[in-house]
């Protein structure tokens, strides 16, 4: 099973500002790595598929990067209806697995 | 407008069992593969199991196999979770998902508890 790292787990910024969160794949997943965000009492949302290709309606403030292990999600300029759990997902290896997550949180 | 509506959570026994249905609705169902995908309270995601348009193919995380059947009903538009021999550590909210690989839209979720 591949095992997918997120760093920080809890990452504090100020809105307006950027942030980069990161996940690693304990072996590689090619560009098969997808990001959701999740706010409290709500399903996840796709964000970000293919490591780039955003989601339909997804703002253009987010964007995704990376392939093989290493991954990073970036929003541009936060604002304040960013501030959630992220979490990314490889589906290049069954069973597809989940990173535990990233807290951004208002700074 | 796709919307997914998951039912029949609740409270119940270790090795008991429920069943979880998924209503979809907005979108050609019969074309997608479907997915159920859980969350422990507190906890990330984890995949739980998956089927393919027509039903002949179906995939489980070992943690649930044999325990766990996933079926739809193209005709009916629903997705369904027999979950069985119930566990503490099944205890999450089973969220129904579209997609194979990743998932475009979710229900909201239903809350199954397994406890004594």
């Known amino acids: 099973e591949i095992v997918m790292t997120q760093s920080p787990a809890t990452l504090s910024v100020s809105p307006g500002e950027r942030a980069t969160l990161s996940c690693r794949a304990s072996q590689s997943v090619s560009s098969n790595l997808a990001w959701y965000q999740q706010k409290p009492g709500q399903a996840p949302r796709l964000l970000i598929y293919?490591?780039?290709t955003r989601a339909t309606g997804i703002p253009a403030r987010f964007s995704g990067s990376g392939s093989g292990t290493e991954f990073t999600l970036t929003i541009s300029s936060l604002q304040s209806e960013d501030f959630a759990v992220y979490y990314c997902?490889?589906?290049?290896?069954?069973?597809?697995?989940f990173g535990q997550g990233t807290k951004l949180e208002i700074k | 407008e796709v919307q997914l509506v998951e039912s029949g959570g609740g409270l119940v026994q270790p090795g008991g069992s429920l069943r979880l249905s998924c209503a979809a609705s907005?979108?050609?169902?019969?074309?997608?593969?479907m997915s159920w995908v859980r969350q422990a309270p507190g906890r990330g995601l984890e995949w739980v199991a998956n089927?393919?348009?027509?039903?002949?193919?179906?995939y489980y995380v070992d943690s649930v196999k044999g325990r766990f059947t996933i079926s739809r009903d193209s005709a009916k538009n629903s997705l369904d979770l027999h979950v069985n021999s119930l566990r503490a550590e099944d205890t999450a909210v089973y969220y129904c998902a579209r997609g194979k690989y990743f998932f475009d839209f979710w229900g909201q979720g239903t809350l199954v508890t397994v406890s004594s």
């Open positions: 293919g490591a780039a």
């Open positions: 089927i393919k348009q027509d039903g002949s193919e179906k």
């Open positions: 907005g979108f050609t169902f019969s074309h997608y593969w």
């Open positions: 997902q490889q589906y290049n290896n069954w069973p597809y697995t």
